[in-house]
Structures are given as C-alpha cells and as structure tokens.
C-alpha cells in the first residue's frame, strides 16, 4: 500500500490539475474536434507513447505505452506499462479503465486510474489503417501522439505534430519519449 500511495495522490493532484485547467481555459477555447468514428476492434492493443505534452506523472518515464483491451461489458481495461528514467529498469504496469461516453463516434472516453477520477481522452487525429493516433483533452494541457510501432518516420511525426496546432495545442510543448529500436 505505501509504494501505491504516492501514485494515488499523484494521480489525483494531476487529475485535480486538469479539471482546474479545464475549467480555467474552457470559455477561451473552441470544443476539440474529434475524429469522425473509432472502429473499437482496430483500436484495441497495444500503442507505443511516441510523444505528448509532459505532465509530472509522466516525466522520466522511457518505454511507455498502451494497452487497451475490451470487458465483457463493453468498457476497457486500460493498462499504461514504463519503465523508469532507463531501458534496462523494471517495467511498471498501472492498470486502469475507460469507457466510451459517445457512442456515436467512439471518440470520447473517460479514463480513470484512481476511482472516483477520470479524465476526458478524446481521439482529434487518427490515421485511416490505424497506424497513429492522437490523443488530446479539452484543457489543451494533455496531448499524446501514439503509434503501433515505437518509432515513427520523422517526416510523418513532424506532419502529426503541427496538425495539433489546427486543434489550439502549440506544437512547441509537444515532447517525443524515449522508445527503444524498433
């Protein structure tokens, strides 16, 4: 329980921190615009944090991605694994939920990883085989680019990135993480 109490704290300063922000900025900033439609099938499995916007539960993490897998129910498992600063230490898992709050599109999600606290995960940019996905919150202060592979191609990225800016993110607060060789 001790080594668990730092991330629930963490986790709710930083949900805390979006909601404020949310809250502070929302008036300022058109609505995101979400992708037209997630296919839920494509869309599960695993996906490689290629870059974001940092915040302090992901600083100096290395190696990180996502797994999102289907319940019975119809929500997620949302598993975020990284590892530490380095490649070479252990790999770290916090498990975590989501579900789908438009099922319209399949576009707007609720992730949580301390109950009661979620956040809005809303898919603004996605690449037609699912290759790629952006991943942002209303705030405009948590962005993430994710891909299936852990590397993308440079001219690819740098494309991803300055869509962004179409959306009210500034590409210069963008961060790729580290991700071993292919």
């Known amino acids: 329980m001790?080594?668990?109490?730092?991330f629930l704290l963490s986790a709710t300063l930083v949900t805390l921190t979006a909601l404020l922000a949310g809250c502070a900025t929302a008036p300022k900033l058109a609505p995101l615009k979400t992708?037209?439609?997630?296919?839920?099938e494509r869309y599960t499995g695993r996906w490689y944090v290629i870059a974001n916007i940092p915040y302090?539960?992901?600083?100096?993490?290395?190696a990180s991605y996502d797994?999102?897998?289907?319940?019975?129910d119809g929500t997620f498992t949302?598993?975020?694994?990284?590892?530490?600063?380095?490649?070479?230490?252990p790999e770290k898992t916090w498990h975590g939920s989501a579900k789908i709050t438009n099922k319209t599109t399949n576009a707007e999600w609720a992730v949580q990883f301390v109950w009661p606290f979620s956040a809005d995960y809303l898919v603004i940019d996605l690449d037609p085989d699912y290759r790629w996905a952006v991943i942002g919150h209303p705030s405009r202060d948590l962005?993430?680019?994710?891909?299936?592979d852990r590397q993308l191609p440079g001219a690819l990225y740098n494309a991803i990135v300055a869509r962004t800016a179409t959306q009210g993110?500034?590409?210069?607060?963008?961060a790729k993480v580290p991700q071993p060789a292919n």
């Open 2 to 6: 001790r080594t668990f109490l730092p």
């Open 35 to 40: 992708v037209p439609f997630v296919d839920l």
């Open 56 to 62: 302090f539960l992901e600083r100096g993490k290395v």
């Open 67 to 72: 797994t999102y897998a289907r319940r019975p």
């Open 78 to 89: 949302n598993n975020f694994t990284f590892r530490r600063e380095t490649f070479d230490a």
């Open 143 to 148: 962005l993430w680019v994710l891909a299936r």
């Open 169 to 174: 993110y500034d590409p210069a607060r963008i």
